[in-house]
Every structure is written in C-alpha cells, then in structure tokens.
C-alpha cells in the first residue's frame, strides 16, 4: 500500500516541466539564440521576430527568448549590491524608497539598453517583455531567493524575480538570472555560463529556493499548505542541483539534529543516470573538510537514494557532490 | 422644306457606339457607386498611404522609441524629437507596435483616416531588485 501511495505520488502525479517536451529538441532554437548574439535591445519587436520566426512550436519560440536572454545580457554585481544597499536604508521611508526605486528603475533601464547588463528584475522583465511580443502568455514572479550567501534573517522582503510562462495551456517557472551565470566568487565580475535546468524547472524543485510573494506561482498542489518557514528551513540547493536533479526529496530540512550511529537518508530524482562511484559527500567538521562516501548508495527508476550515519559526536556542514557538481548542503548536530 | 431622318444602318451603328460609350462613362463616374465604396470600403481601405507620427512620454519626445508593424520585422525608430516615418505605406487594419523597454507596449491600429499618430508612453512601474546565485559553500558560523 504504501509502495502505491509512493508511486502515485512521484510517478503518476507530475508536475508542469521541462521533461513534457521531451521529444522537443531544443538546439534549434538555441542556434536561433546564437545567430542573434550581441544583437542589441534597441528594436524588442524586431528581435522577438527574429528570434521566433522560423520556429514551429511556442515552446522552441519561447526557448530561443529564453536563451537569447540568458547569453546576451550580463548581471550587474555593482547595480545589485547599490540597490541592496539603499533599499535596507530606505526599508522604513516610504516616500525615500519609491524615489530611489524611480530613479533606479530609470537608471537600469537605461543601463539595459545601452550595455545589455542588468539585475534579474531585468531578466524577467525582458523574458516577458519578448515573449508577449511573440504571443506568448508570460509574467514577471517577484518573491524570494535563498542561496548559500543569503542571510536568512535579514529576509524581508522580495529579492528576486522570475517568470512563470504558459505554453499548451500550462504553466511553467523559470529563472532567467540564474540561468545566465555566476559571479566569480572572488572578483565579483560575472561570468556568463548558461544553465539549462533553470528553463522550465520542475516547481518542487524550484520551490525549494524560491518563494514566490503570492503562492500561486508555486504552481504546486498543496501551495496553500506551503509555508514561507517550511522555505526558510529548507536545505541550500545550488545552480548545479538544477542541471543534475528533477527534484530533491530529503532531507527536508536545512539543520539536522540526530543521535550518534542514527541513519539519515538523503532521496532524490536524477535527471540522467548517474556512476554511484561518483556520489559523495564533502563534511566539513569545523576543523578540516573530507570527502566521504555514504554508507550505502542506490538507484531504482532514476531515484537515488543515500544512507549515511555518523559515528563521533559534532557539528558537521554536509555537502552533497554528483561528481564535480556541488548539488545541496545541510548541517547535523550529532549528540551522543 | 421638310428635313427626313433617314435612318442608314451606318448611323444607326454610330449612334448606337455613342449610347454604349455615354452608358459605361456613367456607370464608371456613378455616385453610388462611390458612395458604396465609403461604407464598405473595399477600395480605400487597400489604399497604401506613408504614416508619419511623434512619440512622447511625460517629460516631452520619447527618442529610440521602436515602431514596428506587428507580425513583422518592418520598422522604425524615432529621432531626437520622438518623431518617425514608418517605412513601408500602411493600409487599413495594419497594427502598428510601439515599444519602449520600461514602458508598457502599445498597439495602434491604422483606421480609415490615419496618417499621423500621436502617442504617449506610459511607464511600467516595476520595481528592479535581484539576488545573485552563486555556488559558493556554504559554511556555518562556529564559535571559536
């Protein structure tokens, strides 16, 4: 019974995502994307045009945006960490804060067109901005991100924003900013480097670093039920999460306390297959960091599942490893 | 002295050329004939004309606003006074986009009696913020 509660709940109940145009091969419209690069924002309707003509279904159109988008625009560090900076200062001034958001607005427009940089209100807005020119039914999400670097407690108000886009009558979610790239963490310079599991991402997935300011565009069954703490608590997922994974299923929280010798089990749904020689974690114990295989790892219809206990009493950062890719991180108390 | 109509078959055939000529003249300048073509329009409507206009926002003319025929990529920009010709004659019916990124887009569909458009932008009133990704470790903060 329970193995039909599973199955009914992870296989025959699935979410609007990329995987429903799996026999839609998106390197056509990636090359569109390519054959535009560089060009410049100065004629939106002319580009939406270029971009979508000779492609046959709204998904591809909307890929060749998606794409264009995300090779073709850069991210401001300086812009992003100004408009951090003033919009803490100005959080209690209503009327100073609108003037700032006024005269930031005009600036990063400006900036838009003339350099092609931006922040990721730019992203989302330009994704939609070419996608209703191309008839294609697209919105700006604002809510909230959670990375590594964010600081939880400072979180309050919306800090990103993305797109929720409707394609065959459904609706998917996307992130174009963190789709694009990265900074460098040490130059702060931004590095163009596209990550194709952010188009269209399965939304539990994407729910477990973004929270949408209204819960509809979390697009997901039980969005009611879905709490902004449960988001607060939940696990740090990286870019390389999206490439690897459809989704992350446990553990559920972000800080862990268990016993000593206690198994914990970390689920997920790949993407692909993976080499089970490659799975690994990186624990860092405060002290030195190493690299440790579970205890037991397993696969069985793209789900795999790692089982870990530990032995001495501790405070541990977990990070969790496909290979290179740096996929999730979670801390466990161990008490003895 | 009495003048006789003689009717020869030769006149007869000229007067009856000069019937048919007088006939088709007047049905080819028939006023309900153009009255019929200003209700329904046929005519008129496909008649390509040049359309010239001037875009503007609030703080006066909008320069580098984008004017393009919808389902195109025919179009033009305007010039330091927001104004524009579009470079292609526009008939009836054609849609014409006006775009301006951060403000809201327009549509302006060509009637009958277009030939100028004056347009005002309005903005659209987003507000920009944008957290970065990173994947840089997270690392817990310990006491020491």
């Not at chain 1, 929270?211 to 988001?231: R, Y």
């Not at chain 1, 789900?303 to 501790?314: D, E, I, M, N």
């Not at chain 2, 010039?79 to 990124?101: R, Y």
Request: net charge positive; proline share 4%.
């Amino acid at each position: 019974m329970i193995r039909f509660l599973f199955l009914f709940i992870f296989v025959f109940h699935s979410y609007a995502q990329i995987s429903d145009f799996d026999g839609i091969d998106f390197k056509k419209a990636d090359r569109v994307a390519l054959k535009y690069k560089n060009e410049k924002l100065n004629n939106l309707p002319e580009l939406a045009h270029n971009l979508t003509l000779n492609l046959a279904t709204d998904v591809e159109r909307f890929r060749a945006i998606f794409t264009w988008v995300c090779s073709n625009i850069a991210n401001d560090y300086g812009m992003f960490s100004k408009n951090m900076y003033k919009r803490q200062r100005f959080k209690n001034d209503s009327v100073k804060l609108k003037n700032w958001n006024t005269k930031f607005r005009k600036a990063t427009l400006k900036k838009l067109v003339k350099n092609n940089k931006t922040i990721c209100t730019g992203y989302a807005y330009l994704v939609k901005e070419l996608a209703d020119l191309a008839n294609i039914k697209c919105e700006i999400v604002h809510g909230f991100a959670k990375t590594s670097t964010t600081n939880i407690k400072k979180i309050d108000a919306p800090n990103h924003s993305w797109n929720a886009v409707k394609l065959d009558g459904k609706w998917y979610l996307c992130d174009p900013t963190w789709a694009s790239g990265i900074p460098n963490p040490t130059t702060f310079h931004f590095e163009f480097q596209f990550n194709d599991g952010f188009f269209l991402a399965n939304p539990r997935l994407f729910a477990i670093n973004h929270f949408p300011a209204n819960k509809k565009w979390l697009l997901l069954d039980d969005a009611n039920e879905t709490s902004f703490e449960a988001f607060i608590e939940s696990p740090i997922i990286y870019g390389k999460a999206y490439a690897n994974l459809n989704t992350h299923i446990a553990p559920e929280k972000m800080h862990n306390v268990i016993r000593k010798n206690e198994i914990v089990t970390f689920k997920f749904k790949l993407k692909d297959t993976v080499d089970v020689k490659n799975v690994r974690f990186l624990i860092d114990n405060g002290s030195n960091s190493s690299n440790i295989s579970p205890n037991s790892v397993t696969t069985k219809n793209n789900y795999l599942t790692l089982t870990h206990a530990f032995k001495y009493r501790g405070f541990y950062d977990v990070h969790f490893y496909i290979d290179k890719d740096l996929i999730s991180t979670y801390t466990f108390k161990v008490k003895s | 002295m009495k003048t006789q109509l003689k009717f020869t078959p030769k006149k007869v055939l000229s007067a009856l050329g000069y019937v048919t000529i007088l006939m088709v003249v007047s049905v080819m300048f028939n006023p309900v004939y153009g009255q019929a073509n200003k209700t329904s329009s046929p005519e008129i409507s496909q008649k390509e004309r040049t359309i010239k206009g001037v875009i503007k926002n609030e703080e006066g003319p909008l320069e580098s606003a984008s004017i393009t025929l919808k389902g195109s990529n025919v179009g033009t920009t305007t010039n330091s006074k927001g104004e524009f010709v579009f470079p292609k004659a526009l008939k009836t019916d054609d849609v014409l986009l006006i775009t301006f990124l951060g403000y809201d887009t327009v549509e302006v569909k060509i009637k009958d009696d277009t030939t100028f458009i004056n347009q005002m932008m309005s903005e659209d009133l987003i507000e920009f913020v944008g957290a970065l990704n990173t994947n840089k470790p997270y690392k817990s903060k310990r006491p020491n």
